[in-house]
């Protein structure tokens, strides 16, 4: 069941949110602590999206169509897959002029979760990112002092991913930490700078 204690969209609507703060929206049991979007398309548009948890997708949650431009992603987090946004197997997740700071997909040895990846973003569908920002988002597993996980600002895996004119700066994951991928990536006219990982600074 699709749950959220934030938003909740299904059933193949149409949606637009714009000039909106969700903020400290809590899931502790399931997916989507500021959105769920389970089917249709949602347009969010100069919004911010702060404090968000969730298991995976601590702000967003989707299975449908996502249009992101101008927003603001901050400390979102997940204990699982993306910090910030989770986008399922038949998601769609388009994400223009954003900028995703300090999100974290954090692992707890109590977490439900058993995958975690994507301080900021995990796409297991189609991923469109053009002139966003990433900066400072991170994975980590705490179990003692081990720390593993992938993609310290977007792991992609079993989907596609195309990244233009996008800059990434200081993100960490133990492997990849900017981007770890696992499938069909383009990075187009990007910069990756002092992101850090012990297997793949960058990617």
């Known amino acids: 069941m699709l749950c959220a204690y934030g938003i909740t969209i299904?059933?193949?609507?149409l949606t637009y949110i714009e000039n909106s703060t969700i903020d400290g929206n809590v899931n502790e049991d399931g997916d989507g602590g500021g959105i769920v979007h389970g089917s249709g398309t949602l347009y969010?548009?100069?919004c911010q999206l702060t404090?968000?948890?969730?298991?995976?997708?601590g702000a967003i949650y989707n299975w449908g169509n996502v249009y992101v431009y101008g927003s603001y992603f901050e400390r979102n987090e997940s204990q699982g897959l993306?910090?910030?946004i989770t986008n399922r197997p038949r998601g769609c997740l388009n994400i223009d002029k954003s900028v995703f700071f300090l999100n974290e997909s954090l692992e707890?040895?109590?977490s439900i979760s058993t995958k975690f990846s994507g301080g900021a973003i995990t796409n297991e569908g189609r991923l469109r990112v053009y002139r966003s920002t990433?900066?400072?988002n991170h994975v980590e597993k705490d179990f003692g002092s081990s720390k593993i996980g992938?993609?310290?600002a977007i792991h992609t895996e079993g989907g596609t991913a195309i990244v233009r004119q996008s800059t990434f700066f200081a993100n960490s994951a133990d492997k990849?930490?900017?981007i770890f991928n696992l499938h069909a990536l383009q990075l187009i006219n990007s910069t990756l700078y002092r992101n850090y990982a012990r297997h793949g600074g960058g990617l």
């Open 44 to 46: 969010l548009t100069n």
């Open 82 to 84: 993306g910090g910030a």
């Open 10 to 13: 299904g059933n193949g609507n």
């Open 134 to 136: 990433f900066k400072y």
């Open 150 to 152: 992938s993609g310290g």
């Open 108 to 110: 707890y040895i109590t």
């Open 176 to 178: 990849g930490g900017a």
């Open 51 to 57: 404090h968000n948890k969730a298991i995976n997708g």
